[in-house]
């Protein structure tokens, strides 16, 4: 890079693509001084960010932003990676394109970085813990699909199938399927039980992990619904518990709290807002419909959805999930932090020992 550019302050956006990445680079007058690509490559973008003068770059939200930070942060820049879900100037643009999408990504983080709601790349190392908490529910997807399609054959055939958990379903299952299917549907039992003994492997690292890496994990496994994969993917998801103001955000940061659309006397409910992680999410969904099911353990979290449940109205139940969830979220949150001794019933007793 020439001198010129060395002893300037720049503003770069950086639209990422999977084999080229468009730049664009603007000069302390907001000017575009450079359009040019680059390979999406670690050592490409070395070579070509390894300067003296320090830049503000701008990324957005994508496979490959967390690995690009860290690439140019180590190279002393400093690296803004925009909330895609917050930059509707580039998703709606009318003249979309790769080149126009990287002036526009510089352009907002020249005006004003808050404008990007940046978001906090994880590190390395949380990634690859992710990576095996991800590839567990890759395998457990293509299981319920291979499942339900011996179901609908054997349903399309005349058959029925018993009820069945799906880890026993390929032992349990083949002595029931028609025999007309039975030489087509053989080869996809075979693959749910190979699919089902991964499964179980990744369970047993998913533990190891949680109980020698991540002991803060057991804080959390307090909570009845809440195992080793929905702790453990919960610490590797929030990373630092202490950068939250307080627990009441968590809901809103993990897309459990509802959207909202004010306007004068008008102001409608609507569904939750669905940002942030999508697998975390629906773990603590999960756990939330555990805690308010037939076997759920009495406790302030159950009481207190069973009270929205009895409430009635359109979608009681669902809405009365999620509340669940979101305060379960927070209530993790503050477990961690605080280290304290969970209480299923702490706002009972409270109430009871007033009234005594």
Not at 86 to 95: E, R
Not at 270 to 284: C, F
Not at 307 to 330: C, N, P, S
């Amino acid at each position: 890079m020439d001198d010129c550019i060395r002893s300037s302050e720049f503003t770069v956006g950086i639209d990422l693509g999977d084999r080229v990445s468009r730049i664009c680079v603007l000069d302390g007058t907001g000017e575009v001084i450079e359009e040019s690509r680059v390979a999406t490559r670690p050592e490409a973008l070395r070579a070509r960010f390894s300067v003296d003068q320090r830049m503000r770059i701008v990324l957005e939200t994508g496979t490959h932003a967390p690995w690009v930070s860290r690439v140019l942060e180590v190279l002393g820049h400093e690296v803004f990676v925009a909330n895609a879900r917050q930059m509707a100037l580039i998703s709606k643009n009318d003249s979309k394109s790769d080149r126009i999408d990287a002036e526009l990504l510089a352009r907002v983080g020249r005006s004003d970085p808050k404008l990007l709601r940046a978001v906090r790349p994880r590190r390395a190392e949380t990634m690859a813990s992710l990576a095996l908490v991800r590839s567990r529910s890759a395998l457990v997807r293509a299981r319920s699909a291979l499942v339900n399609h011996v179901r609908g054959t054997v349903k399309a055939a005349g058959g029925r199938l018993p009820a069945v958990s799906t880890e026993a379903f390929a032992r349990r299952v083949p002595p029931h399927v028609p025999a007309e299917v039975g030489e087509a549907l053989a080869p996809v039992l075979d693959q749910i039980a190979v699919l089902t003994t991964a499964i179980a492997a990744y369970d047993r690292r998913i533990e190891r992990m949680a109980r020698d890496a991540h002991p803060e994990t057991r804080l959390l496994r307090q909570v009845t619904g809440v195992g080793p994969l929905t702790a453990l993917t919960y610490v590797l998801t929030l990373e630092d518990p202490h950068r939250f103001r307080t627990s009441r955000v968590v809901g809103s940061y993990l897309g459990l709290r509802p959207k909202r659309s004010q306007s004068g006397d008008r102001d409608p409910q609507l569904r939750i807002t669905k940002a942030g992680d999508r697998a975390l999410r629906g773990l603590l969904v999960q756990a939330a419909h555990y805690i308010l099911g037939p076997f759920g353990p009495d406790c302030d979290l159950r009481r207190f959805g069973q009270r929205l449940t009895e409430r009635g109205g359109k979608a009681a139940k669902k809405r009365a999930t999620i509340a669940v969830a979101r305060k379960l979220a927070v209530l993790l949150h503050r477990l961690w932090v605080t280290g304290e001794q969970y209480e299923p019933v702490r706002h009972g007793a409270a109430v009871a020992s007033a009234a005594a």
